[in-house]
């Protein structure tokens, strides 16, 4: 069964530094992983997703995740953060051709001027 | 651009109340799918429905039943609201073709029960 969990339900950084979200993943087949983002009192959108391509994936807005087989882990990154990044991320896992994903618990990031 | 859009950004209902989400899609997706959203419990799978008149449940069926008629329009339906299916409530579409394949997200609805 796949599982996808998020360390940190909450993180704050402040503006311009590095944001880093985790996401660790358990798959008995090869998965494909997805970043979405959550502004506040909007539905979510694709961040950006890994399709056994390019181990590393560039996304919308700066974002980037590396996707770590040995370590089964796929963190979004961005370098410098800004205020607009404020929002609830997502990561989720599908796996086994079945068209659903299971969905991590979501971390809040907060950006601070 | 993909637009899902649903019926109402916000509902308040009486608990006993027959309560119907609409949700539609332009795209042509042959997946469309209802999740409910609450605080620290992420996003939970309610139905996921393949095709017109195809359907199957999720993770939370319970309380809940689901109408696609069309390709386009997927309903969820609340046959009897009770106080805790006071939600958010975000429909998705995506196409068939791959697992790969984005979901893309209506703006939700936020359901009150009272």
């Known amino acids: 069964a796949q599982s996808v969990t998020q360390l940190g339900s909450h993180v704050s950084v402040s503006e311009g530094a590095l944001v880093l979200l985790r996401c660790n993943y358990s798959s008995s087949v090869p998965p494909y992983l997805f970043w979405y983002v959550q502004y506040p009192n909007q539905g979510l959108q694709l961040l950006l997703k890994?399709?056994?391509?390019a181990t590393l994936v560039k996304g919308i807005n700066g974002f980037e995740a590396e996707f770590k087989k040995s370590e089964t882990s796929f963190h979004l990154t961005k370098p410098s953060a800004h205020m607009s990044d404020a929002a609830e991320y997502f990561c989720?896992?599908?796996?086994?051709?079945?068209?659903?994903?299971?969905w991590g618990l979501g971390t809040s990031l907060a950006v601070n001027p | 651009d993909v637009k899902v859009t649903q019926s109402s950004r916000y509902l308040v209902k009486r608990t006993g109340e027959k309560v119907f989400l609409e949700c539609v899609q332009d795209m042509d997706h042959e997946n469309m799918f209802w999740y409910r959203q609450d605080p620290g419990l992420g996003l939970r799978l309610i139905y996921f429905?393949?095709?017109?008149?195809?359907?199957e449940k999720g993770d939370i069926p319970e309380g809940y039943s689901v109408s696609r008629e069309k390709k386009e329009r997927f309903s969820l339906i609340l046959e009897s609201a009770s106080t805790n299916q006071t939600s958010m409530y975000l429909c998705a579409s995506s196409y068939s073709g791959t697992s790969t394949d984005t979901q893309y997200f209506g703006p939700g609805t936020r359901l009150t029960v009272l």
């Open positions: 890994y399709t056994s391509a």
């Open positions: 429905s393949y095709d017109v008149k195809m359907k």
């Open positions: 989720a896992v599908e796996a086994g051709n079945n068209r659903k994903l299971i």
